[in-house]
């Protein structure tokens, strides 16, 4: 099996977070939503079904766990989480703390306006907020 490599378009619209036990947790670099990217650490996977039952389930928890971490510490009304791929077909999990009045509510925040870039020092005052730094 190969090694696992991160799409060029998860890595530029993104920053690295940390290596969970499955998956790696990317910010994503929009400051309209508190938003987490979980790709898991799986050469090749593009769909669910291509990881195994264990990673499935481990994939549920990391889901749960960055959902969790964000309704706290954020206090977001509703955390959407999907898996598109449409536009890039690596396995990855949005995680998005959404609130009413955002840029995109009550509508899903794909393809609704132009992202707002974090400078480095909004990016580090966000994961040191929701505690991974």
Do not use: C
Request: charged share 20%.
């Amino acid at each position: 099996m190969s090694q696992f490599v991160l799409s060029e378009r998860l890595a530029a619209d993104t920053r690295f977070v940390a290596d969970w036990p499955l998956s790696r947790v990317l910010l994503m670099n929009d400051a309209r939503y508190p938003w987490l990217i979980l790709v898991p650490r799986h050469a090749g996977a593009t769909e669910l079904f291509d990881l195994s039952p264990e990673e499935r389930s481990q994939l549920v928890e990391e889901t749960s766990r960055a959902g969790a971490l964000l309704k706290a510490r954020t206090g977001a009304a509703k955390i959407n989480v999907g898996a598109l791929g449409n536009l890039v077909p690596q396995l990855h999990v949005h995680v998005v703390a959404r609130n009413p009045g955002d840029a995109a509510w009550p509508g899903p925040v794909w393809g609704q306006g132009q992202a707002v870039p974090r400078s480095p020092a909004e990016q580090d005052a966000l994961l040191a907020e929701l505690g991974l730094r």
